[in-house]
Structure formats: C-alpha cells, structure tokens
C-alpha cells in the first residue's frame, strides 16, 4: 500500500490519485486556496465570464444551495444587522444545527416542536439591548414566540409569560 501518513494514520490506504493521503491532500489545497485567493478568485471569475451559459449554472446552484440552506442565510443576516448597530461577535456557521441538537428540536421558550412550526434564530439579549452576536447569545423559537418576544430583555419576556415570578 506504500508508506502511512504520520498525520493521519487512521486512513493508511486512502489515497489519492498521487498516492498521497487525502487529508494531507485537502489540506494543502486549502492552504494554497488561502496564499492564493486573488489567483482562485480570477479563475472563478474567467469561468463565470466565459460564456452566458456558466453564469447561468452558477447562479443556478447558488440559488440551490441557499433554498436547500435556509438556516446559512439567517446567520448572514444577522451578521449584517450586528455589524449595522455595532454590536461585536460573528455566529458560526454550523450555529442552527447545534442549536437543534441542543433544544431537542423545539422552542425555547414554548417548547413547540419544529416539525410542526419553523424555526427562528433570536439573540437571547437582543442587539438593541447591549447584546452581542456570538453563539453563547443565540437560541431558537417558533415564530409566535419571537414576535411577541420583540427586542424584549429576557427576563422581562419570560415574566410576562408567566415563568418566572
């Protein structure tokens, strides 16, 4: 099979068409891609201007891939919207995910479940309020329960619905 990968010898056998590990050889194209980026972004942008046809495709998949990744654009929104009030931190991109994990699929704060409302992503203390746009200030509700939330403080919201005292 030849020699094994010292950083990746779980994989001893997967091997790219040069034989090398495909890890290593991910990671060195990312690499070059990050020392590269203006070359990468020329040869996307030749391939786009190219012919009508290519632009054509790539706003076609790009549409796709926003249609089937609702959530990826919910996250840049709200990136938009903390950078326009000044609010720090940036959402990982991997945010609604984790938050469905971590709420069992349902409203934090009716405890709803999803599949049956959609959900939306509201920062806990709002941006208007002094919070900030990082994952620690993130949670899901159902629509019902983030309009009548508004840019409310947490406890005060809570207090009105008759959680806390």
Known sequence: MGKVCEKHPELHGQRDAY?????????????????????????SKKWRDASEENRIKANAATRAWYKANPHYNKV??????????????????????????????KCACCGV??????????????LS?????TDMNMQLLCE????????????????????LI
Do not use: Y
Not at 78 to 105: C, I, P, T, Y
Not at 129 to 133: A, D, K, L, Q, Y
């Open 144 to 163: 019902k329960c983030n309009r009548s939330k508004k840019a409310k403080h947490p406890i005060a919201f809570m207090q009105e619905k008759g959680f």
């Open 113 to 126: 479940s999803f599949s049956q409302v959609k959900p939306n992503m509201d920062h806990i203390i709002p």
């Open 19 to 43: 034989r090398c590990c495909v890890l290593c050889t991910k990671e060195r194209g990312a690499a070059w891609q990050k020392q590269n980026r203006e070359r990468v972004a020329a040869k």
């Open 76 to 105: 840049k929104l709200h990136a938009r919207r903390a950078r326009l009030v000044g609010a720090g931190g940036k959402l990982s991109s991997g945010l609604f995910d984790k938050l469905m994990r971590l709420q069992r699929e």
């Open 129 to 133: 309020g002094g919070g900030s746009n």
